[in-house]
């Protein structure tokens, strides 16, 4: 048996922690319930029933709190984009981490005391989630971590945003093989978080904004699912889309088969579509066809415009998050419009009960910035929206986006009997003339024939324009759309108030005269907010420079590419600091896409300095207009 006094005991400073060191030069450890007790009720602290030393008197630097030190979990990424976890308290302007066993710890000059309760709450709280201290964790423990930690309020999480492709726990995948595309980094980071969603079963909201590639990047994802033998995935989309999903996914990815789950191609049994590595569906076809798409374990499931199922009481919301699937894949440009329950709808497709139930949401969060702050760390690992001007210098500075679509099944039978009527009237030698009739008819019937008094009625291109718009106006952000008729800017300004009271909608046309122009220009771009110029291409396509906008539309296409691209530069000119980013609507299988295609030979010609072309339309290109027929691809029985 040893005997000491107190001569022979120290007190040192390690680990951060207060310990005694005794004669024989071992280190005893000595708890935070005794040193507090000492500091503040002058209770001796004895080692083998001899008094220790004043803990004053040999370490005069430090200061001692009377108040415990709170732990709380800390998450961080390191070099190696591996998530960690680790328990810390926060004290002095300074995070210390707690190592195992230790109860108190010394923060720059002052000593704490640990909150034993709440160390032990959160270890116990790891401990029944599986989730590991010090050791990489997966985003799906991150995802579950998050939740549970804001429920008791004991996380520090630094590991702020994902929005910054910096900050996404994944390296950007290198080429894949099959897929027929050159990726912007960013879309490569994009496609890698994606990746890393699926591979751990989870879900996500693509949120990047119009013009970024979303399309490709889900692309990008089913084509490394199709190599590693994981296919069988399903799209839900708005009508207006299917054909425009169809071509890019044909021209991006043509190893993988495609099948457009619409109109009377529908197959009424289970084995006809499990044929297929990808299927295409509208929301409306997915609510009537719900126990057949129902009866299939889908891999991906993609809902693309997703803001379709901001209301959660909306039978689309309802069917589609019944649908069994492997990964959920939200993908919109507008991951909320007005309130935070729009973002909860998504994450409970995403992520079911990520957010909890809508009830017990709608207590917890109001529409409020405090409280979107605190929702924000949660929702973070499953959402990707980046901005253009967060990848501006990796875009060009236009993104020419074609957007095919597809007629119903009354206006292409409309069309169809005009067509005819065309050709028994012109013949086939006919001349440009002939083909007026059917642009205007492709622009909107209620121009040429009687139609329904709602613009969106049996017109798809209509429908597809107001979809554009609302991501638009959503941002704050101004369009200009080329039209060439001035029936169709009429159309426009009587129903464009009645859908968005707040932002400017002006046109110019050959009603509106030249000293005019300049003030409804400069309106526009002094309109502090979303707006709209309705523009003919011919009239208010020179001479006239409108950088307000950053968007540009194309509503019917033009026999002419150099009018289109005439018409493009008056939004990106110089002056412009942001992309560009012009859509090209035509449907397909009509006149329209004929001239689309004769469009683009014509800008071939140009770019390869062929000369000699005067320009005009040949009759044969004329006779192919009046010949190609909508029918075949009406999407409505």
Known sequence: MYWFNFMEMRWLIRNNAIVLSTMENSIVPIDAKSIYLSIFSAQPITYASEAAPDIREQLPQLTFSRYPATPCISVNLDKGSNINVSIIIDAENKSMPILPGIDQLIVGEKWFPIDKEAFDEITDLLSKNLIPINSPITLGQLIKLRRIANEIGLIEDPF?????????????????????AELYPYQKDGASFLKLIADESIGCILADEMGLGKTLQV??????EYLEGRSQSLIVMPA???????????????????????GMSRPGIVDKLKGYDVVLVSYETAIRDEPLLASIEWNILVLDEAQNIKNPEAQRTIVVKKLPRRVSVAVTGTPMENKLEDLWSLADFALPGLLGDLGGFQKEYENVNE????LAPIIAPVILRRHVDDVAKDLPDKIEIPQPIIMSKVLAEAYEALRKETLEEYGRAASLVATTKLRV?????????????DPCYEMAKYQRTLEIFEEIFTKKEKVLLFTTYQGMVDLFMQDMPKRWSDVYINFIDGRVSVEKRQPIVDDFFNHNGAGVLFLNPKAAGAGLNITAANHVIHYNPEWNPALTEQASRRSYRRKQNKPVTIHHLFFVDTLEEVIMERAQYKRQLAANAVTGHDGKVSTSVI????????IKSILKE
Request: hydrophobic share 45%; net charge negative.
């Open 623 to 630: 006779a192919e207009a009046l010949e190609i027929s909508p």
């Open 160 to 180: 702020i945003s994902f929005d910054d492709p910096k900050n996404k726990p994944v390296k950007a995948c290198s080429e894949i093989p099959g897929l027929n």
């Open 219 to 224: 692309i990008a994802l089913l084509q490394l």
């Open 371 to 374: 409280d979107a702050g605190r």
């Open 441 to 453: 008819l492709c622009a909107h019937p209620r121009l040429s024939i009687d139609w329904s008094s």
């Open 240 to 262: 207006t889309l299917l054909e425009n999903w169809r071509r890019e996914l044909l021209h991006f990815s043509p190893d993988i088969s495609v099948f457009v789950h619409a």
